[in-house]
């Protein structure tokens, strides 16, 4: 089954940044959503960002103003740049893919197996 596949994580010292990259291949490539979301151990899954085909980006609040979403299409990726990351940035990322409503969201149909990124203050 294809499904996302993430790299770039890392650790880093609070207010550095890291740059996680995802190819998205195969049937899910013309995924009309595709974006991140991110899971920390003993927490709930939260929403990240999103990005549709068109070039709509869509952030969860948390990290407004200090991540940036894009893709290349042409090379089927998406990007997150990671800015001023703070200890509770710390999680497991994961890439995802999915069809219908583009928002920054927990659930997908498709995911990757997620790069973990681990920020000390």
């Known amino acids: 089954q294809v499904q996302p596949a993430e790299s770039g994580g890392g650790s880093v010292q609070a207010g550095g940044s890291l740059r996680l990259s995802c190819v998205v291949s195969g049937s899910i490539a013309s995924a009309a959503c595709k974006g991140w979301f991110r899971q920390a151990p003993g927490k709930e899954r939260q929403a990240v960002a999103a990005?549709?085909?068109?070039?709509?980006?869509y952030y969860t609040t948390s990290v407004a103003g200090r991540f940036t979403i894009s893709q290349d299409k042409a090379k089927n990726m998406i990007y997150l740049q990671m800015n001023n990351l703070k200890p509770e940035d710390t999680a497991m990322y994961y890439c995802a893919a999915d069809w219908g409503p583009c928002t920054a969201r927990t659930e997908w149909t498709h995911r990757g197996q997620g790069t973990q990124v681990t920020v000390s203050s």
């Open positions: 990005i549709r085909t068109g070039g709509s980006t």
